[in-house]
């Protein structure tokens, strides 16, 4: 029913800049937040940043000043900015987000396939 398709990881040098994206496709009513996760092996996933509908931010401490997060609401696509990076940002990335299907009440949570963001010289 929905899907949410990623793009933009791969390999940066540290202190350099990577943009990821991610677009939901599939029958829905409507997308409320959005928001990427980071996860390695072996540890917890953690909180990059959300947004909400009306452009409402919120980041993770490891990642503020640095990341940017937005969205084109027309395109349904969340992107993550990503500057000054460092080699502890190695890790693989997941998009979210809180959608409401057709004929439902509720909102349910879709994860993106992952992306993979490697920093190093």
């Known amino acids: 029913q929905v899907e949410l398709v990623e793009s933009g990881g791969g390999l940066v040098q540290p202190g350099g800049s990577l943009r990821l994206s991610c677009a939901a496709s599939?029958?829905?009513?409507?997308?409320?937040?959005m928001g990427w996760y980071r996860q390695a092996p072996g540890k917890e996933r953690e909180l990059v940043a959300t947004?909400?509908?009306?452009?409402?931010?919120n980041y993770g401490d490891s990642v503020k000043g640095r990341f940017t997060i937005s969205r084109d609401n027309a395109k349904n696509t969340v992107y993550l900015e990503m500057n000054t990076l460092k080699p502890e940002d190695t890790d693989g990335y997941y998009c979210n987000a809180e959608v409401l299907l057709y004929d439902t009440n509720r909102w349910d949570n879709y994860w993106g396939q992952g992306s993979k963001v490697i920093v190093s010289s």
């Open positions: 947004i909400t509908c009306g452009g409402k931010t």
């Open positions: 599939g029958s829905f009513f409507a997308i409320n937040a």
